[in-house]
């Protein structure tokens, strides 16, 4: 089992850069495939971004791709979301998540742990 916290969340102009980081307790942290969702209001949650457990390969919504990147520090027990290039509707609650399935996968109902969530806010 493992625990999550998110952190790095808060106000940013549109085109500015937050960097949102998620701490794991727990066992194993490298044996778990982790990724970012994200939820605004009135909206169904979404996928961001994930990232794959001992290779590090990478997925990436469509509207996130070439301004967001997912990362993991395995000694830190930490993943990482950088983004840049911030628009207004990237304004969410977003959510850190860890899963030990086969694959990677995007769907949330796939994600067996969950953080607390972060709320980011860009401003126009």
């Known amino acids: 089992q493992v625990q999550l916290v998110e952190s790095g969340g808060g106000l940013v102009q549109t085109g500015g850069s937050l960097r949102l980081s998620c701490a794991a307790s727990?066992?194993?942290?490298?044996?778990?495939?982790m990724g970012w969702f994200r939820q605004a209001p009135g909206k169904e949650r979404q996928f961001v971004a994930a990232i794959s457990r001992y290779t590090g390969s990478t997925l990436y919504a469509d509207s996130v791709k070439g301004r967001f990147t997912i990362s993991r520090d395995n000694d830190k027990n930490t993943v990482y979301l950088q983004m840049n290039s911030l628009k207004p509707e990237d304004t969410a609650v977003y959510y850190c998540a860890a899963n030990r399935k086969f694959s990677l996968t995007t769907m949330p109902s796939d994600f067996d742990y969950w953080g607390q969530g972060t709320q980011v806010t860009v401003s126009s």
């Open positions: 727990g066992r194993a942290f490298s044996s778990y495939h």
